[in-house]
T-cell receptor, first 110, second 111 residues
Framework: DVKVTQSSRYLVKRTGEKVFLECVQD?????MFWYRQDPGLGLRLIYF???????EKGDIPEGYSVSREKKERFSLILESASTNQTSMYLC?????????FGPGTRLLVL | GENVEQHPSTLSVQEGDSAVIKCTYS??????FPWYKQELGKRPQLIID?????GEKKDQRIAVTLNKTAKHFSLHITETQPEDSAVYFC??????????FGTGTSLTVIP
């Protein structure tokens, strides 16, 4: 079974803090993705990566950056957290088209 | 980029009835259309997908149809059961590129 894990299920941060969300997959998948999920807006792609040290912007990259130093790990970074970044963050990985999601991190920015 | 619209946003059906969720897409280059199910508090999981060279695909009680000319695709669930209650997301994209997800349909199956 594919296993995608995220470093935290719940996170509370203050405005202006730097926030790191980590995602790890154990299936040697080349493709990894970060989405945010908001009610009524579905899943929106923030960044994705097709290989180590490679990244591509998704639909809503503003205010975020990513890092992929190892194949199994994809990190999402909020350089200076803001209240409008309060959301559920979902990581996913894939080898072909099927994306396998992590359990999500619910981030609250105060 | 691609624009995926999904309807309805909420759907309630009696147990045993059928449920249909519809999506439209804008980019004629899209060739892959997955459907994901997200139960409350859980992660989205792929339940069925269809490629542009196929018009219909069925897996037990669920089926997906694709109309490339009209650029729409639908999820059909027959003989609904309470465990079908979840949020369903459609998506569209080109193989090897990113997917674009719809806004989701919250399905409630009333026992």
């Amino acid at each position: 079974d594919v296993k995608v894990t995220q470093s935290s299920r719940y996170l509370v941060k203050r405005t202006g803090e730097k926030v790191f969300l980590e995602c790890v997959q154990d299936m040697d998948h080349e493709n990894m993705f970060w989405y945010r999920q908001d009610p009524g807006l579905g899943l929106r792609l923030i960044y994705f990566s097709y290989d180590v040290k490679m990244k591509e912007k998704g639909d809503i990259p503003e205010g975020y950056s990513v890092s992929r130093e190892k194949k199994e790990r994809f990190s999402l970074i909020l350089e200076s957290a803001s209240t409008n970044q309060t959301s559920m963050y979902l990581c996913a990985s894939s080898y072909t088209e099927t994306q396998y999601f992590g359990p999500g991190t619910r981030l609250l920015v105060l | 980029g691609e624009n995926v619209e999904q309807h309805p946003s909420t759907l309630s059906v009696q147990e045993g009835d059928s449920a249909v969720i519809k999506c439209t897409y804008s980019d004629s280059a899209s060739n892959y259309f997955p459907w994901y199910k997200q139960e409350l508090g859980k992660r989205p999981q792929l339940i069925i997908d269809i490629r542009s060279n196929v018009g219909e695909k069925k897996d037990q009680r669920i089926a997906v149809t694709l109309n490339k000319t009209a650029k729409h695709f639908s999820l059909h669930i027959t003989e609904t059961q309470p465990e079908d209650s979840a949020v369903y997301f459609c998506a569209a994209g080109v193989t090897g590129n990113q997917f674009y997800f719809g806004t989701g349909t919250s399905l409630t199956v009333i026992p």
